[in-house]
């Protein structure tokens, strides 16, 4: 246990990067905005001093400790941390003590534990009694569910807020920001391009301790010459800098210009042609260039929909439980779990039916988007309502012996129309079965 030892000596230049970079204020913090943008709960908490126990959950690297410094700078209470690591129950229950003797002379203490899901059960009820009676306002901090590593009474008597991984343009700002500033690189002439920025962003998969300590690795590890007219050091952190450093290959490319949308393309149309091995080194492409895998997971649910469909319903369910798996534990982790799709995708029947059936649709409700709904599937939940003929008529299906009820659900105008128009492949036959037997019942049935 220390107090605010991790804030000691921030500005010395033999820390590492990530440490001298460290957000003084909320106005230097990068990321987070839904918790510490104007206005914002988080934010109006910590300039009005007014906090109360709290959890904060996130990644490694999104600023969790970052903003406890922020309020031990900025708060009138005594700031006291704990290690998960070295403290013991004698150690905890001695700070208590002295909170409990604290809070009877008028003052506060905030209790910050790192790495909070390392305590053991015994520990974390070593706060409950001093947490409940407001001798201490304990800030947690954890890379695991706290559902499931914080004690639920412990839990329930404080506000977990949820900070998100750090965007890529984050990462690259708070890149940019440690060019610029003194207590970065601020006084040296460095020289590093907007696409080794982009390569850096992408590599730091969100983390920016990752992000600052492999620029730093980069800077010392650049050539240095001479400039001709000041005499001074140019510093040149090159494309292979970035590859020796991170040993990773940059296969760079403008994510939003056209070799992004190629890629993509080669992506969709290979996984459509049911070819699972080039779809698998499309997806490899553009993972190892830095693309965004919850956007390649969204395009792979998208096609589950749209090229498969009910040929094999599985399918969507798969591409849905990959994109939860990128949005919880992300790169390099998901790349299993989007190979696993796009595999799944490619080898699936496939039938492009649901599109076709939504583009028709959608042709003919724009052409009469004023046609009015029969009255008789209407709803009536008025008086008035029900004596202008709201749901008059409607028959309630399950109460029919084939349950389906003989009305017409589409606009006059439309009466009769098909959009949905089955394929023979894989699942589908099933539904097309189904489709024409209801359609036939249809025809058997007008009154």
Request: glycine share 6%; charged share 25%.
């Amino acid at each position: 246990m220390s107090q605010i030892s991790f804030f000691d000596n921030e500005n010395s230049s033999s820390q590492p990067l990530a440490a001298r970079m460290r957000p003084r204020d909320l106005s230097e913090f990068v990321g987070q905005q839904h918790l510490v943008g104007e206005g914002k709960v988080l934010r109006n908490l910590i300039e009005r001093d007014s906090l109360s126990s709290m959890i904060f959950w996130g990644p490694p690297g999104v600023g969790k400790t970052t903003l406890a410094q922020i309020i031990a700078s900025g708060t009138d209470a005594q700031f006291i941390t704990f290690s998960a690591v070295t403290s013991g129950i004698k150690e905890i229950k001695n700070v208590m003590q002295q909170a409990d003797r604290m809070t009877a002379l008028g003052a506060r203490t905030i209790v910050f534990v790192d790495e909070i899901h390392r305590f053991n059960k015994a520990q974390q009820d070593a706060f409950l009694p001093f947490v409940e009676k407001g001798s201490i306002i304990l800030i947690g901090a954890t890379t695991e569910n706290p559902s499931f590593e914080v004690n639920g009474a412990l839990l329930s008597r404080c506000k977990v807020f949820v900070l998100h991984q750090l965007s890529q343009d984050d990462i690259a700002q708070l890149v940019r920001n440690a060019l610029s500033d003194p207590r970065g690189f601020g006084d040296q002439n460095i020289h590093i391009d907007d696409d080794v920025i982009d390569a850096l962003a992408s590599f730091a998969n969100g983390d920016a301790r990752t992000a600052l300590s492999t620029l730093e690795m980069m800077v010392l590890n650049a050539d240095r010459s001479v400039d001709g007219k000041t005499g001074g050091e140019i510093i040149t952190v090159t494309a292979e800098d970035f590859e020796q450093c991170t040993s990773r290959k940059s296969l760079l490319y403008d994510k939003q210009g056209e070799e992004h949308y190629n890629l993509i393309s080669a992506l969709h149309k290979s996984m459509r042609n049911s070819d699972a091995d080039a779809a698998v080194y499309w997806l490899a492409r553009m993972l190892e260039s830095g693309e965004d895998p919850m956007y390649i997971a969204r395009r792979v649910t998208r096609f589950a929909a749209e090229d498969v469909g009910l040929a094999d319903p599985r399918a969507l369910e798969l591409s849905v439980a990959a994109f939860q798996a990128c949005h919880l534990i992300g790169m390099p982790e998901c790349s299993v779990h989007l190979t696993e799709a796009v595999i799944y995708n490619a080898l699936a029947p496939k039938s492009n039916a649901m599109e076709v059936a939504y583009m028709e649709a959608a042709a003919d409700a724009n052409k009469s988007i004023a046609e009015p709904v029969p009255l008789h599937i209407r709803n009536a939940p008025t008086r008035l309502m029900k004596e202008l003929d709201y749901g008059k008529g409607y028959v309630y299906a399950h109460d029919t012996e084939d349950k389906i009820a003989d009305m017409e659900c589409l606009p006059d105008n439309l009466r009769g129309r098909q959009y949905y128009h089955p394929g023979d492949q894989g699942f589908e036959p099933r539904f097309r079965d189904r489709y024409e037997a209801i359609r036939k019942w249809r025809e058997e049935h007008k009154k």
